[in-house]
């Protein structure tokens, strides 16, 4: 049996619990989906569409608000009781935060950021990204179950869920928090005030890595981008340098765009910028390096130097217009 | 204000990446290293934290002897002291194995704070920080962009998806890891280098637990995508973009 935690937040399933869902029913095994929280059985609800064999829903005040302590108490109880063979979770910023301590908790291990999981010669294979994602690896693990495992974001299709003719049934599990016990003390989410600039809404982007190389080289991609009509964006080590202001970063920490077309300058493809851009109709990358992971999904790629090819660009729109 | 903060040791963003003959690990044998970027930023806020509150910075870095050169640049940066979790096996180990022999290192230490970096540039497992945390009994937070330290508890700013953040207290002690960003870094003086000589490295031997995840194969992922590469000299190139992205209706 393959145990699915679920992520919620205000009222609505998580899209990324969908696709874990996915995952685990086209495995062919039975599946179980764990939703925790407080007053949650409308989340709870909404998975029993799914053509799962049941959802537990663990419910108490003290698992009101997300936190490690209280998280991986509740789901340690589930996961002990429930004889799973695999526990998956999406690989979000949560999971990141209480998945290896529950994982520790039950001393099993925990394959994290998996893009694939099958099975052969009887045991179960993972594919996760290693080295930024310029190699794979596919992983073993030894030992008894349960064995957990966190799917990276948009390796699975949520639109392939399986629903179900009718609802499955949704089982309360009770489990003892003490709230005492939880040390995390969480405040509300907030978003940093100043979003001046939105790049949900620009047709081209020229997103600049630090293939860039220097503050003084921004200039030339600014260039590119007038070029263009284009707005300029950058990876996260650009707007953390103070190269561009943080509310030009294209990420899982930053914007999330889907222009016609995204060009993107010295960006290697980390998951976590790819994430923020893979939307995009049009890819075109420059990156000297002809192995970076960001060629895998552009449509036009170019493997040369950009102070280079970025001027002939410049020069060869100019002269057209 | 006791601090350890973890610092791994990993390939240089620069380095070219060749996988082994056997297909498990990479070619590494002569290559360049550095710190993990984000441990960087760990090292920074923990030596800030101890600038405003005072107390000591002890580096920790776990692996084979080679690992020893970041912790002389953590050193030389202004760590107080260093240990080394000596032992061969940590580099392909699996996170359970590499946080047993750093908690195990840093347990006898008494420290109110443990930093590390939130995921590994080579492994990226995201994990040794917190299962660490939950071996020695601490309680942590994750993607940390603001500490403060005041009346015996910790304040942090933790990153969440897509620009939102969250407060998060708790009480010390305890382990956060901390997000590239965090701070502004600073570099190693040569006054720094020079007291570093003078710095005590005590080498430790790890705990040997084995790795319950092996690596069956290493590779080079395959595409799956319709990528036209464009070649041949810049203005060719930007010749043959342009009007790609003419007759594509982008432009
Ligand atoms: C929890 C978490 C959240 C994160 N959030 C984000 C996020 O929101 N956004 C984000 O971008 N990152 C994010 N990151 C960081 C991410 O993992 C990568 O570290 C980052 O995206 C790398 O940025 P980069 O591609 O600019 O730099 P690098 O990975 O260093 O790549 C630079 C590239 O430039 C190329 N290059 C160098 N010189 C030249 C040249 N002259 N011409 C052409 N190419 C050249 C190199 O070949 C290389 O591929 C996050 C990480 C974590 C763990
Ligand atoms: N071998 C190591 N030596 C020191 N610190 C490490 C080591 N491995 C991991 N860490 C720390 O744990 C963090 C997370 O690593 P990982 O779980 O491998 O992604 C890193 O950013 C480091 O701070």
Redesign the pocket.
């Known amino acids: 049996m393959i145990l699915v935690i679920a992520e919620h937040g205000r009222g609505e399933v998580n899209r990324a619990t969908w696709e874990v869902v996915a995952a685990a029913q086209q495995t062919g095994e039975p599946v179980k989906v764990v939703v925790v929280g407080h007053d949650c059985r409308g989340v709870a609800s909404e998975l029993a569409t799914a053509s799962v064999d049941e959802v537990l829903l663990v419910e108490d005040a003290a698992l009101a608000t997300y936190t490690a302590d209280g998280y991986t108490a509740a789901i340690a109880a589930v996961v002990q009781a429930e004889a799973a063979t695999l526990v998956l979770v999406a690989h979000t910023?949560q999971a990141r935060d209480f998945v290896p301590k529950l994982a520790a908790r039950l001393d099993r291990p925990l394959v994290a950021d998996c893009v694939g999981l099958r099975r052969q010669d009887n045991a179960w294979r993972f594919v996760r990204p290693m080295f930024?994602a310029k190699l794979a690896a596919d992983v073993l693990v030894d030992g008894p179950a349960p064995h957990f495992v966190s799917l990276q974001l948009g390796s699975f299709r949520a639109d392939q869920v399986q629903r179900g003719a009718s609802a499955v049934p949704v089982r309360p599990v009770a489990v003892s928090i003490d709230s005492a016990a939880i040390r995390q003390r969480p405040e509300e989410p907030f978003k940093e005030a100043k979003q001046a600039v939105d790049l949900t809404q620009a047709d081209c982007i020229v997103s600049i890595?630090?293939?860039i190389?220097g503050p003084e080289h921004v200039v030339l991609a600014q260039q590119l981008a007038d070029a263009l009509s284009a707005e300029l964006a950058a990876?996260?080590?650009?707007c953390d340098a103070g190269w561009l202001p943080m509310d030009r970063?294209?990420?899982?920490?930053?914007q999330t765009v889907a222009p016609k077309l995204y060009l993107a300058?010295?960006?290697?493809?980390?998951?976590?910028?790819v994430v923020?851009m893979k939307g995009s109709r049009m890819i075109v990358a420059?990156?000297?390096?002809p192995e970076?992971p960001?060629f895998e999904l552009a449509d036009y790629a170019i493997a040369?130097?950009?102070?280079d090819v970025v001027p002939a660009i410049i020069a060869e729109l100019n002269s057209q217009s | 204000m006791k601090i350890a903060v973890c610092v791994k040791q990993v390939l240089s963003?620069e380095a070219t990446i060749r996988v082994n003959d056997q297909g498990t690990w990479v070619r590494d044998a002569d290559a360049q290293f550095e710190i993990n970027?984000p441990d960087q930023y760990a090292l920074e806020e923990a030596l800030r934290l101890k600038e405003q509150h005072g107390g000591e910075v002890i580096a920790v870095s776990a692996g084979p002897a080679r690992v020893t050169q970041v912790l002389r640049e953590a050193l030389a940066r202004g760590a107080d002291r260093a240990i080394h979790v000596g032992d061969d096996a940590l580099v392909e180990g699996d996170a359970f194995v590499v946080a047993a022999a750093l908690a195990e290192a840093i347990r006898p230490e008494g420290v109110d704070l443990i930093l590390t970096g939130?995921?590994s540039d080579d492994q990226g497992f995201?994990q040794v920080g917190v299962v660490m945390a939950e071996r020695l009994g601490m309680p942590h937070a994750t993607?940390i962009m603001d500490v403060s330290l005041a009346d015996g508890q910790v304040r942090v700013k933790r990153e969440l998806e897509g620009g939102w953040f969250q407060w998060v207290t708790l009480p010390l002690p305890t382990l956060l890891t901390i997000?590239?960003g965090i701070n502004q870094l600073r570099y190693a003086t040569l006054k720094g280098i020079m007291a570093a000589k003078k710095k005590e490295i005590r080498a430790v031997r790890a705990e040997g637990r084995a790795s319950e995840q092996r690596i069956a194969r290493l590779y080079v992922p395959e595409k799956s995508k319709q990528t036209r590469v464009l070649e041949g000299s810049a203005a060719e190139i930007a010749k043959e973009l342009v009007q790609a992205l003419r007759e594509a209706r982008v432009i």
């Not at chain 1, 990876?235 to 650009?238: A, D, K, Y």
Request: proline share 2%.
């Open positions: 910023y930024q890595g630090r293939g190389k990876s996260r080590p650009i970063q294209i990420g899982s920490s930053g300058l010295g960006i290697s493809g980390a998951i976590q910028h923020g420059i990156n000297k390096d970076a960001i040369a130097d950009l102070f | 963003r970027e939130l995921q995201g993607i997000q590239s």
